[in-house]
């Protein structure tokens, strides 16, 4: 039985990554979850060997990317993203039985999840305290030891812990959407479906234009780069990464170009896997089937082509 680690505790929307990822048949054999306290940590629970994938959060529709999983990702032994699946995500606000919304004065939400319902605390709780909590399941464990009144947590983490729900489909924006990954130790990617993702990291050579080099490679060859983000390395002011998603697969002649070219001219390439996008948003890249066999051609001697 396969042990695939998530961010925990239990109750937790990437502990309901990981059961879709299980009903969409990814896994070969039924798996034994295992938590982790943060997103580094079940990570690093691939890198010791303790378990054979993890599942995290890496993008949020209302905001942007999960830095704790994208730095994670960048240092230590290399890992590898394999699938990727979305949840559109709303909050349930609990609490223990007997509590209102009238008497809630110290609220625990996981920073993420806060930022998602700012406006519906100020509206409905506008004299509440936020608690940070570790995780949305962990903000419903504050509610049962008494460290806050409510939660911003998950309606399985109220049922697991008898908690009762004072809202439901709580959010600020409509149709937000976390997508979560599932992360192993380095192996081939998965098969080219014509509607992928190709991720990597860049540390760059601190010149001029070597970003803008960056970018052309890509840009040359009709790749579309769907994302482009900075994080700095913590290694000194002015030092950054540079995280890169493109529309395509390492098996697509243009990407493995592009790839190859970078791993040239970058300071540092980071590969992080190519597979199935789950909304397929872009250009996939050109196809070289007639510029391969128009080659094939040249090298035979055929004349007139």
């Known amino acids: 039985m396969p042990r695939i680690a998530y961010f925990g505790p239990s109750g937790t929307f990437t502990e309901m990554a990981l059961a879709q990822f299980e009903s969409a048949g990814v896994f070969d054999a039924p798996v ?12 690093d629970l691939i890198r010791s060997g303790s378990v054979e994938g993890a599942v995290v959060p890496i993008e949020s529709s209302v905001e942007g990317s999960i830095s704790a999983t994208l730095d994670s990702l960048a240092i230590g032994p290399r890992l590898q993203i394999v699938a990727e699946t979305e949840l559109e995500v709303s909050f349930t606000i609990l609490a223990g039985t007997g509590t209102t919304l009238a008497d809630v004065r110290l609220l625990a939400a996981y920073p993420v999840a806060g930022a998602q319902v700012r406006d519906w605390v100020s509206l409905h709780l506008p004299d509440t305290q936020i608690f940070t909590a570790a995780s949305n399941a962990a903000a419903a464990e504050d509610v049962v030891a008494g460290r806050a009144d409510a939660a911003v947590s998950t309606a399985l983490a109220g049922e697991r812990l008898g908690l009762t729900a004072l809202a439901s489909g709580v959010a600020d924006h409509e149709q937000a959407i976390t997508r979560f990954v599932l992360v192993t130790r380095p192996r081939v990617a998965p098969a080219a479906t014509g509607a992928d993702r190709t991720s990597i990291v860049l540390e760059l050579t601190n010149e001029p234009g070597s970003l803008m080099r960056a970018f052309a490679e890509f840009a040359t060859r009709g790749i579309d780069l769907t994302r482009i983000e900075s994080r700095p390395t913590r290694t000194g002011m002015g030092t950054y990464r540079f995280y ?3 529309v395509g697969h390492i098996d697509d002649t243009a990407v493995a170009e592009a790839l190859k070219a970078l791993h040239r001219t970058a300071g540092r390439i980071r590969y992080l896997g190519s597979w199935p996008a789950t909304s397929a948003t872009g250009t996939p890249p050109p196809s070289d089937e007639a510029g391969a066999e128009w080659l094939i051609q040249l090298r035979k001697g055929v004349a007139d082509l």
Not at 32 to 43: D, I, K, M, W
């Open 244 to 246: 890169l998603d493109c």
């Open 32 to 43: 034994e979850r295992v938590t982790a306290p943060s997103q580094g940590g079940a990570l």
